[in-house]
């Protein structure tokens, strides 16, 4: 399977515990996003990561949240002292950037999420 | 989503054509999605549209008229499968989608 994949799929944890996902991009994509779903909502913009660099962070994200990609491969989220507003899922997306030619730039091919509920 | 509006729910009728219309904002835009997204699982691609005009691609077909900030989606010859929920996304700065809430889609016999 080359698509995104995201690690755990589901997780329960109890409020005021600290939660890391794991996210693997498609291989060749440089770019990498997060997003939080809830429902009957679009998902919202969390973060992104061109390569290494996190290029930006939503204003939605508390500083409990925090994401690194340390060798612009997989990333990694991390949600400290749960909150049970932080319950959603938690979705995953890679696209290839090319710079200065818009047109030739993928779409964003998103993995299946990790679905948080804290209790 | 913020300045992406298109309608909560839609009803069609199997083997029909429906069409979902999608307004957003124009100030940076680079860009118009729509994904599919089945209850539970991951938005997949549907299509793209950075030109005005149509996109068209098998049943499913996309306009887009940037000057009007407007977009819609096209299903036609309905099928049960297509019930899910449609979500337009604009791209901005940084490739970055800003999704709307998304149109919750019901086809019935």
């Known amino acids: 399977d080359t698509g995104v994949s995201q690690d755990p799929r589901h997780k329960i944890t109890k409020r005021g515990q600290n939660v890391t996902f794991r996210c693997d991009p498609i291989?060749?994509?440089?770019?990498l996003y997060w997003y939080r779903q809830t429902l009957g909502q679009g998902p919202e913009f969390l973060t992104y990561?061109?390569?290494?660099?996190?290029?930006?962070k939503s204003r939605l994200l508390s500083d409990r949240f925090s994401a690194e990609r340390p060798k612009g491969s997989f990333s990694t989220l991390e949600i400290q002292r749960t909150e049970q507003g932080d319950s959603a899922m938690y979705l995953c997306?890679?696209?290839?950037?090319?710079?200065?030619?818009?047109?030739?730039?993928?779409?964003?091919?998103f993995g299946q999420g990790t679905r948080l509920t804290v209790v | 989503g913020q300045n992406i509006d298109q309608p909560t729910e839609m009803t069609a009728t199997e083997g029909a054509i429906v069409q979902i219309n999608c307004t957003y904002q124009?100030?940076?835009?680079?860009?118009l999605f729509w994904y599919q997204q089945h209850a539970g699982e991951a938005p997949t691609f549907l299509s793209y549209?950075?030109?005005?005009g149509l996109e068209e691609k098998g049943r499913f077909s996309s306009f887009l008229s940037r000057s009007k900030g407007y977009s819609y989606l096209l299903l036609k010859e309905l099928q049960m499968k297509d019930s899910a929920s449609y979500l337009c996304?604009?791209?901005?700065?940084?490739?970055?989608?800003?999704f709307g809430t998304g149109t919750q889609l019901k086809v019935e016999l």
């Open positions: 997306a890679s696209s290839l950037h090319r710079t200065g030619n818009a047109v030739a730039n993928t779409e964003a091919f």
């Open positions: 291989s060749e994509h440089n770019r």
């Open positions: 990561f061109q390569n290494e660099a996190q290029l930006e």
């Open positions: 124009t100030s940076g835009f680079n860009g």
């Open positions: 549209n950075v030109l005005d």
């Open positions: 996304a604009r791209r901005g700065g940084g490739n970055k989608l800003t």
